[in-house]
């Protein structure tokens, strides 16, 4: 058993030996995503688990905007307190900047189709809105294909919990660091909410 | 697990005392790794001190994910010299607890007389934790113990490690640590298998294990591991323990010593999806090891070779969070030296033991638990002796079986209450006078009330 810690000594030094960067805030953000957000976001920011939306292909000034925000505590819904405001906390504007470019540069998640009637629901509301109840359409702001634009988010390929997750933060006021989304989601109901996210995660 | 006290049955035949009665109990939770990450609890733990699939992440991580100011230095070429923690990573954690058994105990020194049911421990166990990042790449949990059955200060788990991202999907890491399984992400094995990991430290418990179970912690160890995490799913560990009790010297004096180094390895394999995740995995030990205690660490040996299965499962909502784990250890004992000189009954015996374990948690706030356990192995005589009141075995069978069940309230994510109760149906080989003395098994059943807190 000696070679083994011959073997685990020559580890050690050879990982060792690669070198560390000079200071956290000169971390390459492909470091930075891979060794520590991946851990929730996934590699290349797909992630698993629908608590942790996906980065990937995400706008580069929504990431900015909301890594802002939990570092100023400005978005503290539920989730956003227990993860993010310790992890943005010391993120200088250089490694967010560098850290929205990564993620934007990614290959979106693809859409997953569901349930067709909810579909059909979702796409009406995404599309035309719901003029009843004074809700507008979410094409108008993020997009025909739900890719986004600038400060408003993609939402094609996010995790269709997640959306529901953000719209009842909205909603119940746990999330306040959109003003427009507040306004929006004021009168829908759950089960418009889940078709609406529904049919903008599939796109 | 606190390693202070006893010495197991089966490594240590002679000693077999009533005071002797085991202290289990786990403690991975630690609040220097909230306020080191700025993470909540709930990052890492569904309640402390199972981990979630991101707490399993940090641990193989090496502890290090940071968001602290720093302390920092740098060499004029820039290279980094030095990256601390502004606050030192320290945390203490403080047990209360009270046991009652079915049956008081009887006396420890008068015969025929009996011992006060229902103890006070204040505290159960009290420890300091040293847990974080010590440089970048490397971090540790420390725990040191004062142990309220011993009333003695003693060193606890240790782990410390060096992990790196070679890159997305491959996490490669050293563990240095004093406990076979402790460096385990899941908690299906047994140093911190879940949902029992504390139990009484003074009601009786079975008194056979097996090496993975307990036996090599108890004999005192370090260990070294090198593992790997590929695509989050695949998990592989290679290592080796060592003897490393607190002694002078190795020699004579020394009880249950490693012949060499005892090799540890692990295999698991995790899926994700949604909220959901899966784990099943295999792992083992092979432990060469002279009984010591009077007999000279030369000559033949007895050979412990342990492999063993686990599984778990968990799921965390927002609400509900269902957990469910299991662990089967098969443990083929080849005793040379012990059965030489006339200690065991057998050249080789076995040793089995399977447990399963479901908890069910609500907003992390109120929870439930409820699990089965069950050892069974070689009818030993010589090995398994009668005679000691509440220890002994009558039968000279290792066998036991029971089931737990327990509540849990959690006001804040670092605090604690559970009331645990445990049923036996065979203890120490029989549900009947299973001692020699005419203690039943169910005379064992145990209620606990544990408080306990980490800040």
Same mark, same amino acid.
């Given at each position: ?10 580890? *050690? ?11 956290? %805030? ?9 060794? *520590? ?68 540069? &990614? ?77 929006? *989601? ?18 | ?68 100011? $720093? ?7 820039? $290279? ?14 403080? $047990? ?81 640590? +004093?406990?076979?399984? *402790? ?14 990991? &504390? ?32 695509? +989050? ?114 050249? %080789? ?87 020699? +003395? ?15 807190? +980490?800040?």
């Amino acid at each position: 058993m000696k070679w083994f810690f011959a073997l685990a000594a020559a580890a *050690v030094l050879a990982t060792g030996a690669s070198g560390v960067p000079a200071q956290p %805030s000169e971390q390459s953000a492909t470091e930075l995503a891979t060794g *520590v957000c991946s851990a929730c976001h996934g590699p290349k920011g797909q992630s698993i688990s629908s608590v942790f939306p996906n980065l990937a292909g995400q706008q580069a000034n929504y990431i900015v905007l909301q890594l802002d925000a939990f570092r100023s505590h400005e978005r503290g819904d539920p989730n956003a307190r227990a993860y993010m405001w310790g992890m943005a906390s010391q993120l200088s504007d250089a490694a967010i900047k560098g850290l929205a470019d990564y993620y934007a540069a &990614q290959k979106p998640a693809p859409g997953e189709v569901g349930d067709k009637t909810v579909m059909v629901e979702g796409a009406k509301i995404y599309d035309e809105g719901i003029a009843a109840q004074g809700v507008p359409a979410c094409a108008s702001c993020h997009g025909k294909d739900a890719q986004g634009n600038g400060a408003f988010p993609r939402l094609g390929g996010q995790h269709a919990d997640y959306l529901v997750a953000q719209l009842q933060g909205f909603q119940t006021g746990t999330r306040v660091n959109a003003p427009i989304m507040t306004a929006v *989601v004021r009168t829908m109901s759950p089960e418009q909410i889940r078709a609406a996210a529904a049919y903008a995660a599939s796109k | 697990m606190s390693k202070l006290g006893w010495k197991r049955v089966r490594m240590c035949a002679c000693a077999v005392t009533v005071a002797g009665a085991l202290g289990s109990g786990a403690a991975q939770a630690v609040p220097s790794y909230a306020r080191q990450t700025g993470l909540a609890c709930e990052a890492c733990h569904t309640a402390f001190p199972e981990l979630t699939p991101y707490g399993r992440r940090f641990k193989l991580n090496g502890y290090t994910i940071d968001n602290l100011p $720093q302390v920092s230095g740098i060499s004029p070429n820039k $290279q980094e010299t030095l990256l601390l923690n502004q606050l030192a990573p320290l945390s203490f954690m403080f $047990q209360t607890s009270y046991t009652r058994t079915k049956s008081a105990m009887p006396d420890s020194t008068l015969p025929g007389e009996l011992a006060k049911n229902g103890q006070v421990l204040f505290p159960q166990q009290a420890s300091l934790f040293y847990a974080g990042r010590i440089a970048p790449n490397l971090g540790a949990f420390v725990q040191m113990t004062y142990d309220g059955t011993s009333g003695t200060f003693g060193w606890d788990n240790t782990d410390i490690r060096y992990a790196r991202s070679i890159n997305e999907n491959l996490l490669l890491g050293l563990s240095l640590n +004093n406990n076979p399984t *402790v460096q385990d992400p899941w908690n299906s094995t047994p140093a911190w298998q879940t949902p029992f990991d &504390q139990r009484s430290s003074v009601a009786p418990s079975p008194g056979a294990v097996t090496m993975l179970d307990g036996g090599l912690v108890d004999a005192g160890v370090a260990g070294l591991s090198m593992y790997g995490y590929l695509y +989050n799913s695949v998990y592989a560990e290679f290592g080796g323990y060592h003897s490393a009790p607190a002694a002078a010297q190795l020699d004579s004096t020394s009880t249950n010593v490693v012949n060499n180094l005892a090799p540890y390895w692990r295999i698991a394999y995790e899926h994700q999806w949604g909220r959901h995740s899966w784990e099943i995995g295999a792992y083992g030990v092979v432990a060469k090891i002279h009984p010591g205690g009077g007999i000279a660490l030369s000559g033949p040996t007895n050979k412990y070779e342990d492999w063993a299965l686990d599984s778990q499962y968990q799921y965390i909502g927002d609400d509900h969070i269902v957990s469910v784990s299991t662990t089967y250890i098969d443990e083929k004992q080849t005793l040379d030296s012990t059965y030489g000189a006339g200690a065991s009954t057998n050249a %080789s015996d076995r040793l089995k033991t399977f447990r399963i374990g479901t908890s069910y948690l609500y907003q992390r706030k109120y929870g439930a638990a409820l699990g089965y356990f069950r050892t069974t192995g070689s009818s030993d005589a010589l090995l398994y002796p009668s005679g000691a009141p509440v220890v002994g075995f009558a039968n000279g069978s290792p066998n036991s079986n029971g089931w737990t069940g327990e509540l849990d309230w959690l006001p804040y994510q670092n605090l604690k209450l559970a009331l645990q109760y445990t049923g036996y149906s065979k203890f120490n080989g029989a549900s009947s006078n299973y001692d020699g +003395n005419g203690r039943n098994a169910s005379d064992n059943d145990t209620s606990y009330l544990l408080f306990w807190f +980490n800040y």
